[in-house]
């Protein structure tokens, strides 16, 4: 755990002048200290890491941090940059950089090293003698926590456990009880923000005399906060990015709910207006499981619920992220069965009175049912964590009955939706209802369960299951007969979907549309689900011939991320586009989806199949139509490169003038860096505003 940095992992010099070129310094020293094994990888998921959210903090800080299946060891790379580079912090650029790198299943005792220098990034002591720091070797003596500031005894412990006070204790008792506040922070990645809200909440509760203890809901461990502290707490702070677990234990105490960047750069002004609305007597309205907030920055001080649309969409996106992987495991092994005995082993006897060791047809078999035991769940867990997303726990088992429910009477998807809905209302509303304190014990384990199921239950088998399902027999006979113009406009909408956002809610709508179709596979589902594929493969591609055709368009390493994008577009993974969408997002995110309409348009009037719902290129024999499918899908590339080219080429020579770096090929995000630091009001740079 010491060689979470080295001295050879430590640049004090960063010439670098863009957040991609610093990632890409920082990242070339981990693969040459064998931490990284794949570079363009690992960029990639921290590219795709920043579009989510910019990592520029307050103070001169940018900790640019991903997980990646290309990290081999949790480690720390450190850059100190005299020029400043903009990481989209509202005051400007930084000039410390931190580079974290996680594994895809980095043990917690590592991830509490990373929160523990998370949290020390809020100390002015730490950053100054990083500032003022000349050898790498004890930059990274003082990153790992060797070198400590004196005194020693007034130091607070490096690696405070999540879930404790990290500032309790540094306060002295005051003669009347102090204002108490609880918190969670939370963020997408659990590594950083987490932390770093955590501990700028402390310091701020210590600076206003209040005691404040933080639960971190980060990858470093989960401990819960004492009960009695919640209960003796005046108010509560939600900083956070994701759902807060078990929010029940917060019911009835004044709630401020935002952003975990708002917890980190306003943390007094959140525990002011926490003191406001405890002064006002205000109460959170708050059952167990309710409230979602979005992914922004900041919900804004005194909203206490975010906007339904924005809830709706969370809790849809709760059920689709748990589907896919479902979708995913089991469209492929169902696909690898075709591959091996054709499309007639769907029908094949069952393997566990039919196995022959020998036969090919017996192993397609055998994976045609493996794959149809993980497909059948596609509906059943779609609607049970939509109702987890809006109702925490209680809310699974009505959830995943009413799933049930709508498979058994034909409701397919679009009964998997309404049930999750349903599920998660029911349990909301019952969680509402006031009952004894004897009670609330086996409320959430058998009571809500009981009396959610049987009314999610009712509803399904009497009330709405038949007119769903009519609805969805009349889905599935509209997609058998779209035809002609018809169909085509259906591809254009579908690939724009995919397109526009490169991963996010709209491109997951579409594709949980095409593979909600593939659990009772139609002729008309079987197209969707190609041209859906068939345009998500385009933003890659088309970026990746660009940066070849046209290098002089692109930076260095946007020429060098157009190498990794033609596997990650031929394996549809669209986004592999999203740093160059980042960087300049007027000009490629209409190409992208001109392309992708284009592509999805020709994919449906050509009439081309498919039934994998992943694979890309590697799954072309599983295509109907396969040669003008793949004709298809270079048209919309080469629509959607031209059109980058284009754009970015009539920007060159008619909107630069001279001397102006984008003459050179520089990018906006190097020249928002360099300038940053005289441009008042400089806010995010255009990676904030990609979905």
Known sequence: MSELITADLVDLDLSATTKDAAARSLAERMVAAHRVTDLDGFLADVAAREAQMPTGLDGGIGIPHCRSEHVSAPTLAF?????????????????????????????????????????????????????????????????????????????????????????????????????????????????????????????????????????????????????????????????????????????????????????????????????????????????????????????????????????????????????????????????????????????????????????????????????????????PVLAGYIAYGMADRPALVPGFVGGAIALTVNAGFLGGLVAGLLAGAVVMAIQRVPVHATLRGIMPVLVIPLIASAVVGFLMFIVVGKPIASLQNALTDWLNGLSGSNAVILGVVLGLMMCFDMGGPLNKVAYAFAVGGLADPTPGSLKVMAAVMAAGMVPPLAMALATTVRKKLFTKTERENGRAAWVLGASFITEGAIPFAAADPLRVIPSVMAGGAVTGALSMAFGATLRAPHGGVFVVPLIGEPFLYLFAVAAGTLVAAALVVLLKGARRTTSAPAGDPAASGESRVAVTARHSATSPGNGSPAAARVP
């Open 79 to 379: 850059g100190r940059s005299a020029a400043g580079i903009d990481f989209g912090a509202a005051d400007g650029p930084a000039d410390l950089i931190f580079l974290i790198a996680a594994p895809a299943g980095a043990d917690d005792d590592h991830l509490t090293i990373l929160s523990g220098l998370a949290r020390r990034l809020m100390d002015p002591e730490f950053t100054a003698a990083l500032r003022a720091g000349t050898e790498p070797a004890a930059a990274a003596a003082l990153i790992r926590g060797e070198e400590l500031a004196e005194p020693a005894a007034e130091q607070e412990p490096e690696h405070a456990e999540p879930g404790r006070d990290a500032g309790a204790e540094a306060s002295e008792p005051a003669a009347d009880a102090p204002f108490r506040v609880v918190a969670v922070t939370s963020c997408p990645t659990g590594i950083a923000h987490t932390y770093m809200a955590a501990e700028s909440l402390a310091a701020a509760g210590r600076d206003q005399g209040v005691e404040i203890t933080v639960e971190t809901q980060g990858s470093a461990g989960f401990t819960k906060l004492d009960p009695a502290v919640i209960a003796a707490a005046d108010a509560v702070i939600w900083a956070h990015d994701v759902e807060v677990r078990e929010k029940g234990r917060f019911r009835g105490k004044p709630l401020v709910d935002v952003g975990v960047k708002a917890g980190i750069n306003r943390p007094a002004e959140l525990i002011a207006e926490a003191r406001r609305k405890a002064e006002r007597g205000e109460v959170g309205a708050v059952a167990e499981g309710d409230g979602a907030t979005d992914s922004g920055e900041d919900h804004g001080l005194g909203t206490d619920r975010a906007h339904f649309g924005v809830r709706l969409r969370t809790y849809l996106m709760s059920g689709v992220s748990y589907m896919v992987p479902f979708v995913a495991a089991g469209g492929l092994l169902i696909a690898l069965s075709f591959a091996i005995g054709g499309y007639e082993t769907a029908d094949a006897k069952s393997v566990a009175d039919h196995f022959v060791w020998g036969e090919a047809d017996s192993w397609a078999a055998l994976l045609n049912q493996i794959g149809s035991a993980a497909f059948g769940f596609l509906v």
